[in-house]
């Protein structure tokens, strides 16, 4: 079992810059792949990036690919989603979440979920 609290959100004018954190709890967090999720106000909960349980692999979704990077580290139970060149369309609930050892962009294979931290940018 593992527990995710996220922090990091906030109000950002759009162009700016954030860091997500998402803290994980239990012993076996190197066992799990984790993956950055958002949902926006009416909208469906989309993948935003993941990592593989090693950090040796990454994924993004095309509409963050060159603005977003998600990181982790073992040692200290936590990952990270810095965000770049904020849009408005960034706007969101972001959650963190975890899985056993690859990542998944479905929403549907995720076993953990934190409680989200909201990301309001301003144009």
């Known amino acids: 079992q593992v527990q995710l609290v996220e922090s990091g959100g906030g109000l950002v004018q759009a162009g700016g810059s954030l860091r997500l954190s998402c803290a994980a709890s239990g012993r076996t967090f190197n066992y799990y792949a984790m993956g950055w999720f958002r949902q926006a106000p009416g909208k469906e909960r989309n993948f935003v990036a993941g990592?593989?349980?090693?950090?040796?692999?990454?994924n993004y979704a095309e509409s963050v690919k060159g603005r977003f990077t998600i990181s982790r580290d073992n040692a200290d139970n936590t990952v990270y989603l810095q965000m770049a060149s904020l849009k408005p369309a960034d706007t969101a609930v972001y959650y963190c979440?975890?899985?056993?050892?690859?990542?998944?962009?479905?929403?549907?294979?995720?076993?953990?979920w934190g409680q989200g931290t909201q990301v309001t940018v301003s144009s």
């Open positions: 990592i593989d349980w090693s950090g040796g692999n990454t």
């Open positions: 979440a975890a899985r056993t050892l690859t990542i998944a962009t479905s929403p549907v294979n995720y076993d953990h």
